[in-house]
């Protein structure tokens, strides 16, 4: 499969805990994009990354979310000090300069 | 600040109708305007996309038209199956924002047998 891969794809966790997300974009995609997508909405864009360069960030919800891609292969990203408010999907995307932008299936987060 | 505002929220069609879809934005700087779908527990899939340089393009079933004066798009689905049921989002952008997607709210279409 050379989709765009996402681990865990559920993830469960207490109120103020910290939970990790990793995306594998399909090789050879130099951008790749996070976005939050809560029920009956559109996914909201976070942020994304050119290679290992960080372009936009402003659009992370708060100073509790952060990502990286360290070698411009997989990203992470974190949330630290989880609230209920934090509970949906977390969906990555990947794309190629001026090419289709491919979603991955989704990490669902569920605050408890 | 919803950037593209969609419509319907929700539609019901029967088998072999057409599907219509339409969005609508006021940023005349985006320059790309893709059509996803959507499964339930699923990511978004790409069905189709248009640029502002061309007025319709189809593919299969699916057809985008622009209307770049009225800043307005649509998706056209032909021959609606009762398998195109899920939720679709249309999505604007533009280079300037490294192509960061802008999605509407949604319609979650049914295609009735």
């Known amino acids: 499969d050379t989709g765009v891969s996402q681990d865990p794809r559920h993830k469960i966790t207490k109120r103020g805990q910290n939970v990790t997300f990793r995306c594998d974009p399909i090789s050879e995609h130099n951008r790749l994009y996070w976005y939050r997508q809560t029920l009956g909405q559109g996914p909201e864009f976070l942020t994304y990354f050119q290679n290992e360069a960080q372009l936009e960030k402003s659009r992370l919800l708060s100073d509790r979310f952060s990502a990286e891609r360290p070698k411009g292969s997989f990203s992470t990203l974190e949330i630290q000090r989880t609230e209920q408010g934090d509970s949906a999907m977390y969906l990555c995307?990947?794309?190629?300069?001026?090419?289709?932008?491919?979603f991955g299936p989704g990490t669902r987060l569920t605050v408890t | 600040q919803q950037q593209v505002k969609q419509s319907p929220q929700s539609l019901i069609v029967q088998k072999g109708g057409i599907s219509i879809i339409n969005c609508a934005y006021e940023?005349?700087?985006?320059?790309?305007f893709p059509w996803y779908q959507q499964f339930p527990g699923k990511g978004p899939a790409l069905l189709i996309a248009i640029r502002p340089d061309v007025s319709e393009k189809k593919e299969g079933r699916f057809t985008i038209s622009f209307n770049k004066s009225a800043k307005q798009f649509s998706l056209h689905i032909m021959d609606s199956q009762p398998g195109d049921s899920a939720t679709y989002f249309c999505?604007?952008?533009?280079?300037?924002?490294?192509?960061?997607?802008?999605f509407g709210k949604g319609t979650s279409l049914l295609v009735t047998p």
């Open positions: 940023n005349t700087a985006f320059d790309y």
């Open positions: 999505a604007v952008t533009t280079s300037n924002s490294g192509y960061a997607l802008n």
């Open positions: 995307a990947s794309k190629r300069d001026h090419y289709e932008q491919y």
